[in-house]
């Protein structure tokens, strides 16, 4: 059983920044794909970035440029810095693992005003 817990959402202003982190429990956590996606009220959670064990990453063509999605294997923790932000970035952010199952995080919630 992996367990994800995210920290560092919350309130900012356009054109600031923000870190997001997952810790994931588990020995498996640091040779699987990991990554964020976000949610923002009536639409679709989308994907906004991937990184796999090795470090290759994948990013929405939205937040190219302004997000960094990272991860450091021996603490089990993945990054993603999000700086320039836009107040369409506003949704709640869930970081995911994919194993045999794609496991989630609880989400953060993420706003950014004008």
């Known amino acids: 059983q992996v367990q994800l817990v995210e920290s560092g959402g919350g309130l900012v202003q356009a054109g600031g920044s923000l870190r997001l982190s997952c810790a994931a429990s588990g020995s498996i956590a640091s040779s699987k794909p990991m990554g964020w996606y976000r949610q923002a009220p009536g639409n679709q959670r989308e994907l906004v970035a991937a990184?796999?064990?090795?470090?290759?990453?994948n990013y929405a063509d939205s937040v190219k440029g302004r997000f960094t999605i990272s991860r450091d294997n021996a603490k089990n923790t993945v990054y993603l810095q999000m700086n320039s932000l836009e107040p369409e970035d506003t949704a709640v952010y869930y970081c995911?693992?994919?194993?045999?199952?794609?496991?989630w995080g609880q989400g953060t919630q993420v706003t950014v005003s004008s």
């Open positions: 995911y693992l994919t194993s045999w199952v794609t496991y």
């Open positions: 990184i796999t064990r090795g470090g290759s990453t």
